[in-house]
């Protein structure tokens, strides 16, 4: 199985600032990779697919990268609604596999 | 719009088989375009994919899951369903079906997702 790692695993930051959550593959995973946001109660909300493909809807302040099999979620200016837990997954190969996920809260 | 809404029973006794649907609206699952999946999350914990599948039948499980797990299709009803054997503890967790498209496999609309708690 492909492994997912995230980090931090947490963080705490304001409105306004510029945060950047990273996810690592332990295996070359090409553009395999997509981003979701999870608030408490609710399901996953795809944000970004294909590693930098933003999901109809989604606000262009999030954006996404790759550097060899690291990836990185930017959120360029955060917003009081994107408190929640960020979670990446690779669709490369079965099992699909997702990062332990990411806590954004509020500083 | 296409919605996806899981339902089944919350409470399942420890070595039965748990069994959810998932009914689609708004959109047919008659496309050999997506695949029909589920995840689960465990309180507190992070996300698992179960298995996927499509209209034309092929399936994909998680290896993991891969003995006790079966899903199936109802094009006729427009519902998915997932039945889990022989169930413990390990698997009381919110379980959510999924819809992905067949080239990219990532997870773009979702249910609202059910607890399944397995006690006895």
């Known amino acids: 199985d492909i492994q997912m790692t995230q980090s931090p695993s947490s963080l705490s930051a304001s409105v306004g600032d510029r945060v950047t959550i990273t996810c690592r593959a332990s295996q070359s995973i090409t553009n395999s990779l997509s981003w979701y946001q999870q608030k408490p109660g609710k399901a996953p909300n795809l944000l970004i697919y294909?590693?930098?493909s933003l999901q109809g809807g989604v606000p262009s302040r999030f954006s996404g990268s790759r550097s060899g099999t690291d990836f990185t979620l930017t959120i360029s200016s955060l917003q009081p609604e994107d408190f929640a837990t960020y979670y990446c997954q690779q669709s490369y190969s079965i099992p699909f596999t997702f990062g332990p996920g990411t806590k954004v809260d509020i500083k | 719009q296409l919605q996806l809404q899981e339902s089944g029973p919350g409470l399942v006794k420890p070595s039965e088989t748990l069994s959810l649907t998932c009914t689609v609206s708004g959109g047919s699952i008659g496309s050999s375009y997506y695949y029909w999946g589920w995840i689960r999350q465990p309180p507190g914990k992070g996300l698992e994919w179960i298995g996927s599948?499509?209209?034309?039948?092929?399936?994909y499980y998680n290896p993991s899951l891969k003995s006790r797990v079966a899903i199936s299709l109802d094009a006729s009803k427009n519902q998915f369903s997932l039945k889990v054997r022989s169930v413990t503890a390990a698997d009381t967790a919110v379980y959510y079906c999924?819809?992905?498209?067949?080239?990219?496999?990532?997870?773009?609309?979702w249910g609202q997702g059910t607890l399944v708690t397995v006690s006895s």
């Open positions: 599948m499509s209209y034309s039948g092929s399936t």
């Open positions: 999924a819809r992905t498209s067949a080239d990219s496999y990532y997870f773009d609309y």
């Open positions: 294909a590693t930098s």
